[in-house]
């Protein structure tokens, strides 16, 4: 009898099993995927085709793309540049099964149990394992965290056929720059991917249903990134709406309704990015008392247990947003709420980075957000082409905004556009889970030069202290 059972190795499960393994409970993570030898590959979506692999592409893309176009103007000339596409899938592969080979290392000096197979939970205690070959096995457990997390959502206007319409993972995996791509829904995985092969040299089209461009976004950074995107050369169609697909023996040709008009295009390949879904079907009996809503997460309260006590749901496959850190949080206060310790997870924390270039990040609230919810607010901002460090990296598009409540200057939000975005608002998260105000971080020192200095500044100027742009009054 074990005292927790993971079921799925991403990176909710994966760490689920470890924090609950080092807390001392007798720990087993059950993974479906399979390696050639049979046995379990740990990592999930995010090592095996999601974060690493699309961040290892977008990287080499980037070097490609400077290397051809943004290296002349610091006095770099490089003829005869080529680009080696096999190669540069092959450092990615290497890195994945690097990674991948990594969990599952961890997972042993970590004493937890690996186990290859589909599970079901049968009955709150039970769950039934099937291995590849289909032999079954019965598992007791105390404890049940299902981490199954998600997979790409197909639309009937686009089946994949995996060859030339294609899900984040196919478009993972393409063998030749295609020339002309498309790519359905202009969310993270389309700006990222259609990046990393607009780069490459395709000419993209992003297609997106939505009249606003990235509307989960602050409005000034949908703004001025969706004119950035427009000028590196993505093609973005909003308020379009794919109606039909046809493959064709060159092809796909795309039908989509703009301003109430048909729209055809054509394009060598198609990646369809419309968002994902819970991995929730099939899981668990249906006499459990766990309840699933309308777009298939499985229901847990804020401590992520669902309807039957001993049994939890983290990751993808529950409420929340669909990143790998927010997975790998709830994992963390799940063992550590069955070992019987305190914990919680500070949903209104949780970053949120889209890896293009420049890239976009955001923790907190924005603008539209509080002015929905009758929050006062103040801003501050600052243009990284007034940052000396920006400029001198070649780097000065965007900027950052810090926003903070009217009366208490307490942070609620910071928002950058721009060179590492990422990294700036970690520094504005940890200053905020310490409740800090923007007087704070406007006290803090900030080394010379960096971009970081942008974040200062933008602080500074929420109360009209900044120094090196004009204030407001
Ligand atoms: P998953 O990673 O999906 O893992 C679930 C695991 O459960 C899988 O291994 C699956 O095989 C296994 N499983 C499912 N059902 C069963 C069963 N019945 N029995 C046994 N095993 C089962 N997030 C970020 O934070 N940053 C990024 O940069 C980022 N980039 C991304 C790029 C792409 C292209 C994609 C597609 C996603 C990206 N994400 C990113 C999202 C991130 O990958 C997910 O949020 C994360 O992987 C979710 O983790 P999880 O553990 O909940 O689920
Ligand atoms: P998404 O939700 O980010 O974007 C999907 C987009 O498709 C939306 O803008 C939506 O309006 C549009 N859309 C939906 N149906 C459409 C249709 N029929 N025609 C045209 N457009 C349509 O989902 P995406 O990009 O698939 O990513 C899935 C998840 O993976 C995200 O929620 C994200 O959390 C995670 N992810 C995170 C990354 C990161 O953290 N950097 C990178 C990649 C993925």
């Known amino acids: ?127 039934l394992i099937t291995n590849a070959k289909g032999e079954e096995e019965i598992v007791e457990t105390k404890n049940v965290i299902i981490a199954t997390g998600s997979s790409p959502i197909e639309i009937p206007s686009a089946k994949f056929d995996n060859k030339l319409i294609v899900d984040s993972t196919g478009a993972l995996e393409f063998e030749e720059v295609p020339e002309k791509l498309g790519v359905i829904g202009g969310g993270v995985i389309g700006l ?97 008392e766990i309840n699933i809503d309308q777009k298939g997460f499985i229901e847990v309260d804020e401590f992520c247990q669902t309807g039957v006590s001993n049994i939890w749901a983290i990751g993808d496959v529950v409420r929340g947003p669909m990143l790998a850190h927010k997975g790998s949080e709830e994992g963390v206060m799940v063992a550590e709420r069955i070992a019987g310790k305190f914990a919680e997870m500070n949903y209104a924390l949780v970053p949120s980075v889209i890896y293009t270039h420049p890239e976009i990040a955001w923790v907190g609230k924005n603008e539209s957000e509080l ?40 942070i609620l939000g910071v928002h950058v556009f721009g060179p590492s975005a990422a990294e700036i608002v970690q520094q504005a998260l940890i200053s905020m889970e310490f409740g800090a105000s923007s007087e704070d971080l406007g006290l803090t020192i900030f080394s010379h030069p960096t971009v970081s200095e942008a974040l200062h500044e933008a602080a500074l100027s929420v109360n009209n202290q900044a120094i090196h742009i004009g204030n407001k009054k």
């Open 1 to 127: 009898m074990y005292d927790v059972l993971v079921i799925g190795g991403g990176p909710a499960g994966y760490v689920a099993a470890i924090k609950a393994s080092q807390l001392g409970l007798k720990t087993a993570c059950v993974e479906k995927e399979v390696n050639d030898s049979g046995k379990a590959v740990y990592g999930g979506t995010c090592l095996n085709v999601g974060c690493i692999p699309s961040k290892s592409l977008l990287d080499s893309s980037h070097r490609y793309h400077d290397a051809k176009k943004h290296l002349e103007v610091h006095g770099i000339d490089i003829p005869n540049l080529n680009l080696n596409l096999k190669k540069m899938m092959d450092r990615k592969n290497k890195i994945v099964s690097q990674l991948t080979g990594g969990i599952t290392g961890l997972l042993t000096t970590n004493k937890v149990t690996p186990i290859e197979g589909m599970a079901k939970i049968i009955e709150p205690t039970k769950v």
């Open 192 to 288: 990222e991917l259609g990046s990393v092969w607009s780069r490459l040299g395709s000419e993209v089209t992003v297609i997106e249903a939505m009249d606003d461009f990235l509307f989960m976004a602050d409005k000034d950074i949908s703004r001025d990134s969706l004119k950035e995107f427009k000028k590196q050369g993505l093609n973005i169609e909003l308020g379009s709406m794919l109606t039909a697909s046809k493959v064709t023996k060159k092809g796909v040709e795309v039908t989509f309704l703009k301003n109430d008009e048909d729209v055809s295009e054509s394009f060598d390949k198609l990646i369809v990015a419309v968002g994902r879904k819970p991995n929730s079907e099939g899981i668990f009996d249906e006499s459990l």
């Open 371 to 410: 002015k929905e919810e009758g929050i006062d607010y103040k801003t501050g901002k600052f243009p990284f082409a007034a940052s000396g460090r920006a400029l001198a990296v070649d780097q000065a598009t965007g900027f950052v905004k810090v926003i903070s409540d009217k009366k208490t200057d307490t």
